[in-house]
């Protein structure tokens, strides 16, 4: 897990107030080369870990649109963009901003050499997660970081795959539902619905197996032709796949098959 650094502002050029420089108006990312790697932004000039390594001094990278607007071509000796009445060398352009989209009009300057004077920064962690674990850590950072105002911190995270799973699930469970009182209804027997969920699991689940089985037969026999080899597949190596598939199928089939024969019409219809 990779923690990066970012604070931003505004800055703003006016024209005239500096001879013969173009204005421009944007967001300042004071933040690491770590935060533009972690929004997949990619450079077309210069390099962004000079973010890190600048020897103390302010270096700039600008975003593809800054970069137009400052009429900056690329990065190079006595390249430089005022910023706050200060001359900042520019070392880096990005051509592609990645998922943060402000970073194409940015200007970023490095974390550990940009002096901050204004106590009025907002300041932002941004973190990549393994799979899976955006949710749960998003829980704990509020009292890790300031325990005793867990208030005070904002946490943005991606979709929460536990609501999603929740979503289906329930979905599933009104689709089961619906078909249960229109078949019960319609005078069905509960272990001939049952026995029409189990049918169901096992055809799409043998149709399953019989396409992943050509498939795989398929490419091996290409894999073999491209190698000049002579192919050799087992006689029941498709029927393997075909029975996999129709295990899983039945399998799949049997919770909805569970409720589906258990389902009282009368309740179901009040809910």
């Not at 077309?44 to 600048?54: I, P, Q």
């Not at 352009?93 to 004077?117: E, F, H, M, Q």
């Not at 941004?126 to 890790?144: D, H």
């Not at 598939?245 to 569970?258: E, H, K, M, Q």
Request: hydrophobic share 50%.
């Amino acid at each position: 897990m990779t923690r990066t650094v970012q604070r931003h502002t505004a800055f703003d050029i006016p024209a005239g107030s500096i001879p013969e420089a173009p204005p421009c108006r944007g967001a300042v990312r004071i933040a690491d080369a770590a935060f533009v790697r972690l929004q997949s932004a990619t450079d077309s000039f210069g390099d962004v870990a000079l973010l890190d390594h600048s020897f103390g001094a302010p270096v700039a990278v600008l975003g593809g649109d800054a970069a137009r607007q400052l009429g900056v071509a690329k990065p190079g000796p006595g390249v430089v963009m005022w910023l706050y009445g200060q001359p900042v060398p520019v070392v880096g352009i990005i051509n592609k901003p990645g998922r943060d989209t402000i970073l194409d009009g940015a200007v970023v300057v490095g974390v550990r050499s940009y002096p901050i004077r204004s106590t009025n920064v907002a300041a932002n962690l941004v973190l990549r997660t393994q799979t899976g674990a955006p949710a749960a850590i998003a829980e704990v950072l509020p009292k890790a970081l300031s325990p005793a105002s867990t208030e005070a911190i904002e946490v943005q995270t991606v979709a929460d795959l536990r609501d999603l799973k929740h979503a289906i699930n329930t979905d599933l469970g009104r689709m089961v539902a619906i078909v249960s009182v229109v078949l019960l209804a319609l005078g069905m027997q509960r272990t001939a619905l049952a026995s029409m969920f189990l049918v169901e699991g096992a055809v799409v689940g043998a149709l399953g197996g019989i396409a992943g089985a050509a498939v795989g037969m398929g490419a091996a026999l290409a894999y073999a032709a491209n190698e000049g080899w002579v192919p050799v597949i087992p006689a029941d190596a498709a029927l393997w796949g075909i029975a996999a598939g129709l295990l899983s199928g039945t399998l799949s089939a049997v919770y909805p098959a569970v409720v589906a024969s258990r389902a009282n019409p009368a309740q179901l219809i009040r809910s």
